[in-house]
């Protein structure tokens, strides 16, 4: 069983930065593709980013591309998501998630494919 918690969501104005951070138990982190999705409010969940086992492949979904970087420190068995020039449309509950197998292209995308996932943090962008 694998435990993710999320921190690091909250209020930011418009053009403003968060990191969010996502702690794993277990003694196997670098093993996991990691991967951060969101869902706003009367929306389905989507994906955001993804980064391979020892972090050194990273995919973006085209809204957050040069503005978000995923990054992860298996040594601290922890993921990154910072997030700059951040937009009210960027506003969501943040989760992420971890896929115990290897994936590439679109079976990274889909959130039906990753096994644990965290409870969630919320990040909300003012204009």
């Known amino acids: 069983q694998v435990q993710l918690v999320e921190s690091g969501g909250g209020l930011v104005q418009a053009g403003g930065s968060l990191r969010l951070s996502c702690a794993a138990s277990?003694?196997?982190?670098?093993?996991?593709?990691m991967g951060w999705f969101r869902q706003a409010p009367g929306k389905e969940r989507e994906f955001v980013a993804v980064?391979?086992?020892?972090?050194?492949?990273?995919t973006y979904e085209d809204s957050v591309k040069g503005r978000f970087t995923i990054s992860r420190d298996n040594a601290k068995n922890t993921v990154y998501l910072q997030m700059n020039d951040l937009k009210p449309e960027d506003t969501a509950v943040y989760y992420c998630?971890?896929?115990?197998?290897?994936?590439?292209?679109?079976?990274?995308?889909?959130?039906?494919?990753?096994?644990?996932w965290g409870q969630g943090t919320q990040v909300t962008v003012s204009s």
């Open positions: 998630a971890a896929r115990l197998k290897y994936c590439s292209g679109y079976v990274c995308y889909e959130s039906g494919r990753y096994d644990y």
């Open positions: 277990g003694h196997t982190f670098s093993t996991y593709t």
């Open positions: 980064i391979s086992r020892i972090g050194t492949m990273s």
